[in-house]
């Protein structure tokens, strides 16, 4: 899986498609979803199901928290909206990529300013 980054400020694209699944399915409020974007994500390519469109996953945690897994795309001319696909707690071998990818994230930056 490649990472990736967003430079510029993204919406977020809700519609009864996705609006109400993530709470129904994973006990995960639109608004948590939405914090992880704003607490310094790591985001990867998801080459696994990129078929019709790229997908992205995001690797995060809430205001609260919370660690948590989201499968999005990107949409608009732009590609300025972020729609997610799912959003749910993090299994144990996403946690530990997730610190792990965190930690070389963390080594890396104190790395340049050295």
Same mark, same amino acid.
């Given at each position: 899986m490649k990472k990736? #980054?967003?430079k510029k400020l993204l919406f977020f694209e809700w /519609? =009864?498609?996705n609006k109400d699944k993530n709470?129904? =399915?994973? =006990?995960v409020q639109n608004s948590e979803s939405e914090e992880i974007f704003?607490? /310094?994500p790591i985001l990867l390519e998801d080459i696994f199901h990129s078929h019709k469109e790229k997908r992205y996953l995001?690797?995060?945690i809430t205001d =609260?928290?919370?660690q948590l897994t989201i499968?999005? #795309?990107l949409?608009?001319?732009s590609l300025d909206k972020i729609r997610i696909i799912s959003s749910r707690d993090q299994d144990k071998k996403e946690k530990e990529l997730y610190q792990k990818l965190k930690k070389g994230v963390t080594n890396k930056n104190e790395e340049e300013n050295d």
């Open positions: 990736i #980054t967003i /519609d =009864k498609g709470v129904q =399915k994973h =006990k704003e607490n /310094d995001a690797y995060g =609260k928290k919370r499968s999005f #795309t949409r608009g001319e």
